[in-house]
């Protein structure tokens, strides 16, 4: 009988959200730098992974090139502060609008030409590639070598700091921010039309739903979050370069993570980070003597878990949750009956 | 500066080209064809082919076109033993896991190169390497002209097998409907396994006739995975015909860019022209209007 327990149903994901929050608050006083970039790289990429999940696992169109508005968003800020001196979060901006516009224009002609599935996957994936190409060709992109972003000096500003500690924190909040986004929509109504255009788009369509409309309203959003994070990216490892900016190895990284953890979930892209991001940056620590041994590591991985996961771990913590809940809920009613109990007498 | 010649000397030497990417890229047909697969690790494929010849010549000294004897029947079973018992299993699983499911294995097999063989660029040369046939002004490399024709050679061959012979009949039911096939008392597992090492060993022949032309390294693949998908979309999925004529014309393409531009720029031309494909004619230069 579940009415004797406290009448919240968010009562322990509230609980449980305080205590994680404050842990990431204070845990990078604890860790030294190696860990702390760990975490940051983690952060980073749950907000990248959960930013394309939007795209890709929400609105479930086959989009492969998030690394485009990554590059894109990385290179404006730098390059825009390298030649006329402004502020990196102006850059930010600025770069996360030309991402949005770019990908809401790469997006628009493939849904205009009815391009889906493996095509819409194949042009998104070799949009980047292009636009890589470009980059190491053309010396006003900083060519092969990339752009050093100059040191200045330590302030909020100039979006420089001395330690990681400050990284760690905006990258933290970026995440956060990012699974808030993501809550919203979810929790609106535009959510439950997310959800019919991945089931059945032509059903959502027969329904009434602008599908285009929400295909490109979801696309936007999440280019422009990409864009800053590759802002972020570039300006935490101070340069960039054709092939950290707009590799395909970026855009496998961003959506492993969301794969691993359970596509189209809200935490699903955070959980895969949490597991990845530390498991390959260890494994490389342990195994970087022997060239490319941890990335085979990470090929087995991958296949393991699309074979034998292929839902996510993300169900998996969702069922532990839930026995955890019940657990919860279970005491809580016990204590409450006691009382009653004494009331009585 | 450009002369007719010069021009004739450009599509020569794409035509040429062409017809080794078109032989890399029937292999990815034939299995986006009949498996409904786009298998992103084709390019490691080319690969292995690639360090197969060049183990053999370095080694025992096999030419690099002897080899092909070997380099064949290895690539179709590691092909599909990996069809086998991976890629099997998610062939109907969503696409981004059948991508995923792709680029596992094309890490797993790139890093292995590169643990094993180490990063180095390595390179067959043999010694009819600087031979030359030419036809008045015109010079054609006997390599690439000898490459060409094993690999139009091998397509022909692949063609007829699949137009005459009973299993490349049934690899066409298939290819046409999967259901029907099944109905008719094909063995679908069969034909997947089947698909995968064909497709497979088409890539490895790709890397194997190439080897005395490009430098070897783990990372060579990239460069013939990426054509090879813009050759395919352009001749229509699992479109045999349209994958070799997308070869020729990419190869052309690519040959005569060199007028215009210079260095790596040419590619992102090739790509571009890819994305326009995709655009207007999704279902190939040569497609029908039904996938």
């Known amino acids: ?345 | 500066m450009i002369s007719v010649t010069f021009i004739l000397q450009l599509l020569i030497n794409g035509l040429l080209r062409g017809s080794i990417y078109a032989l890399a890229a029937i292999g990815l047909t034939l299995i986006f064809g009949v498996m409904n697969i786009v298998n992103f690790a084709h390019g490691t494929f080319v690969m292995l082919g690639l360090y197969i010849s060049y183990w053999l010549y370095a080694l025992l000294g096999i030419d690099p076109y002897i080899s092909l004897v070997i380099s064949v029947p290895t690539l179709f079973v590691i092909g599909g033993l990996i069809e086998k018992y991976t890629i099997h299993y998610s062939i109907d699983a969503p696409e981004i896991n059948q991508f995923l499911i792709t680029v596992g294995i094309l890490l797993f097999i790139e890093n292995m190169a590169l643990f094993i063989f180490s990063p180095d660029f390595r390179a067959v040369r043999v010694e009819y390497q600087g031979a030359i046939i030419s036809i008045g002004e015109l010079i054609i490399g006997i390599i690439p002209l000898v490459a060409s024709a094993i690999s139009v050679a091998l397509t022909v061959g692949l063609y007829l097998f699949l137009k005459k012979t009973d299993l490349g009949r049934a690899l066409r039911a298939v290819a046409a409907n999967k259901e029907g096939a099944r109905l008719m008392g094909i063995n679908l597992n069969y034909i997947y396994f089947i698909a995968f090492g064909i497709g497979s060993a088409c890539a490895g022949a790709a890397g194997t006739i190439i080897s005395p032309m490009y430098y070897i390294f783990p990372q060579v693949g990239h460069l013939f995975l990426l054509l090879s998908f813009v050759i395919v979309i352009m001749g229509g999925q699992g479109n045999f015909i349209g994958a070799f004529l997308g070869g020729l014309i990419i190869g052309v393409v690519e040959s005569l860019c060199i007028i215009f531009v210079t260095g790596s720029i040419k590619d992102a031309i090739v790509f571009s022209c890819f994305i326009l494909v995709l655009f207007f004619k999704p279902f190939g230069l040569f497609g029908k209007k039904e996938r």
């Open chain 1, 1 to 345: 009988m579940k009415h004797h327990g406290v009448n919240h149903p968010n009562l322990l994901r509230n609980y449980v959200l305080i205590f994680l929050i404050g842990l990431f608050l204070v845990l990078p006083f604890f860790l030294n730098p190696y860990f702390l970039h760990i975490m940051i790289m983690t952060f980073l990429f749950a907000y990248l992974s959960r930013s394309w999940d939007l795209i890709g696992g929400y609105a479930g169109q086959f989009f492969l090139g998030p690394v485009a508005m990554f590059g894109i968003g990385g290179y404006t800020s730098t390059l825009l502060y390298v030649h006329f001196n402004l502020y990196p979060w102006i850059g930010m901006v600025i770069g996360g609008i030309l991402g949005m516009a770019i990908g809401i224009s790469l997006c628009y002609l493939s849904f205009r030409f009815g391009l889906t599935g493996i095509y819409f996957g194949l042009a998104t994936l070799t949009f980047p590639e292009i636009l890589r190409i470009v980059v190491l060709s053309l010396e006003i992109f900083g060519g092969v070598n990339g752009v050093l972003i100059p040191l200045r000096k330590s302030s909020l500003l100039h979006f420089q700091f001395d330690g990681k500690i400050p990284y760690y924190y905006i990258s933290f909040f970026m995440m956060l921010l990012s699974i808030y986004i993501m809550y919203r929509i979810e929790k609106s109504k535009s959510g439950y039309y997310y959800i019919a255009i991945r089931e059945d788009e032509e059903a959502a369509e027969s329904l009434g739903i602008d599908t285009f409309k929400y295909k490109l309203i979801a696309t936007g959003i999440g280019c422009f979050l990409l864009s800053i994070g590759g802002t972020f990216h570039a300006q935490y490892l101070m340069f960039v370069s054709p092939d950290s900016s707009f590799g395909i190895a970026v855009t496998l990284e961003i959506i492993i993570r969301s794969i691993v953890g359970g596509v189209g979930t809200l935490l699903g892209p955070v959980i895969g980070s949490f597991i990845l991001t530390p498991l390959s940056d260890i494994s490389r620590g342990i195994l970087g003597g022997y060239r490319g041994v941890h990335l085979m590591l990470f090929g087995v991985i991958i296949i393991l878990i699309i074979l034998f996961l292929p839902q996510g771990v993300g169900k998996w913590f969702e069922k532990l949750y839930d026995n955890l809940r019940t657990l919860f809920e279970e005491k809580i009613s016990f204590l409450v009956k006691k009382d009653e109990f004494i009331k009585y007498k």
